[in-house]
């Protein structure tokens, strides 16, 4: 099983849309929890932290579950410049390591 | 602006040769950073965790001999591709870690895409 996972997509959504993607991760003892978006060929970009009480950032709303070991990404009312890969990042374990998942790609269609 | 500064942002090298590319923290100190590859159409894959004063931690399946690293101060690592091959043409990014602040943050370079022909 990969240490962190996401569904590659994609995900094809109309401007306005709502969409939202899940990460689980393999590492109970995971510490925290990040959302990265890429863009094709450029270094990822910190979209948003994710706390444990969840948290919200505009049209952007993250939140944990360290019961079930996942965290999701809700982007509200879809804009055409959200198309782009994004990222889930896990950090914790014996050094501190960071792992990425496989990113679930998001094309906003006009 | 940029906070980690990676340098080359494109390479293109003959078979057999040695790349060296560099990874800058810009306004903080980075005990650690963290090397990545990324295929076409694949995901970053974590190759190496850069330490200062020590040695790379690299991740299974990554030679350590082939990939080498240094990390010889707070704001410096580097990556050296050796005697390249086309197999090794990739995009690799760098990261650094700053502990500064109430919360740690995760910080990448551009990026360096290999083209080794």
């Known amino acids: 099983r990969k240490e962190v996972e996401q569904d590659p997509g994609p995900f094809n959504v109309p401007e306005g849309a709502t969409v939202a993607f899940n990460c689980t991760y393999s590492n109970s003892a995971s510490q925290s929890f990040f959302w990265y978006r890429q863009d094709c060929r450029k270094e990822p970009k910190l979209l948003m932290s994710?706390?444990?009480s969840g948290n919200e950032d505009g049209r952007f709303t993250a939140q944990l579950n360290r019961a079930s070991q996942y965290i999701s990404l809700l982007i509200r009312d879809s804009k055409l410049s959200d198309s782009a890969t994004y990222l889930c990042v896990v950090k914790g374990g014996g050094y501190q390591k960071v792992t990425f998942g496989t990113g679930t790609k998001l094309q906003v269609i006009p | 602006g940029a906070v980690v500064s990676q340098h080359p942002s494109w390479v293109i090298c003959k078979s057999g040769t040695s790349v060296k590319i560099e990874c800058r923290s810009l306004d903080f100190q980075a005990t650690t950073m963290f090397w990545y590859r990324q295929f076409p159409k694949q995901s970053l894959m974590l190759m190496a965790t850069?330490?200062?004063?020590?040695?790379?931690?690299?991740e299974q399946g990554v030679e350590k001999d082939k990939f080498l690293i240094n990390h010889a101060s707070l704001t410096l690592s580097t990556l050296t591709v050796t005697s390249a091959h086309p197999e090794d043409s990739s995009f690799y990014i760098c990261s650094a870690r700053d502990l500064g602040g109430a919360n740690e943050k995760l910080f990448f370079g551009s990026g360096t895409q290999l083209s080794v022909l």
């Open positions: 994710v706390y444990s």
């Open positions: 850069s330490n200062e004063g020590s040695k790379a931690t690299y």
